[in-house]
DNA sequence: ATACTCGCAACCGTTATTGTTACTTGATGC
DNA sequence: GCATCAAGTAACAATAACGGTTGCGAGTAT
């Protein structure tokens, strides 16, 4: 089993939906194509509607389409809509009693908020269309 | 349970080490004062022993001790030990069939080793013995 | 009315991690 | 030599996260 699949299973959703933005698609076409099931698209795709990069509509002639156009959807978009950090966080004590446990948790949350910032920065220089 | 605990638990204890370097700790006092269990402390310590970051002795008076000089110790050779990324990597697909996939992957595969190399860099940066 | 699609809740199986027990290995003190 | 102490390690349980699956409800087009 894999771990952050969510991303990948957007972003690739999102590659192909920047390549054709009209054409509607149903979740067990993309669950098909990305060796997944429908649910679990739903689950991931559902993510990105509430974020609004993507619309759904329900019955006939129903599935998923970008709500935007794919030059203005960035991969960061994507990321913080899943809401699911690939930069691991510290935990913090409950009780910070340890003024070494202190000083540490301050300079590594600090680095990791850097290095999340510095993330985002990245994955926003590059939109959906320019992966199609 | 927390996640990501490794980290915390090294970082905690080689700060402590720092402040007293030639004093030896046993798995028990080091897991007491942690919150957890010798066992546990013994499989997190026993990496950095293998990194060369720390002996241990076993038999009476026996126990942890810095290897090396608290200055000599950077936040990076504690991360590198434990080989435990707190950057996610992107799962690669068994089958590349897909062109977008591909794309998408070596793409964000990239800013990923970019944002890990930065991690590292900016944890080299501190010593443990400016954590005591 | 029927068929189709998303939305969502509930559950199972797998995996990763921590916690725990028990035992072995090696060093120290008597 | 022998008891004691501590690390080393294997094995297992407990917990949590995640993907996969089923079932059902809600909404829409034909």
Redesign the interface.
């Known amino acids: 089993m ?4 969510r ?2 299973l957007a ?2 959703t999102l ?2 939906m920047a ?1 054709e933005p009209d054409r509607m698609r149903t979740s067990a076409d993309i669950a098909e ?1 990305a060796g997944t099931n429908p649910v679990v698209v739903r689950r991931v795709l559902g993510r990105l509607r509430k974020a609004g990069l993507l619309n759904a509509e329900k019955g006939h002639s129903g599935g998923w389409r970008l709500a935007r156009s794919p030059q203005d959807i960035t ?1 960061a978009d994507v990321y913080l809509a899943l809401d699911e950090s ?6 913090e ?1 409950d009780t910070p009693n ?1 003024a ?2 202190h ?3 301050r ?2 949350s600090s ?2 908020a ?2 999340e910032r ?2 985002i920065e ?2 926003a220089a ?1 939109t959906i269309a320019e ?2």
Chains 1, 2 share one sequence.
Request: glycine fraction near 2%.
């Open positions: 894999k771990r952050n699949s991303l990948s972003l690739h590659g192909h390549a194509h991969l690939l930069i691991a966080t510290v935990a004590e340890c070494v446990e000083a540490l948790h300079k590594v680095v990791m850097d290095i510095s993330l990245r994955l590059t992966m199609k």
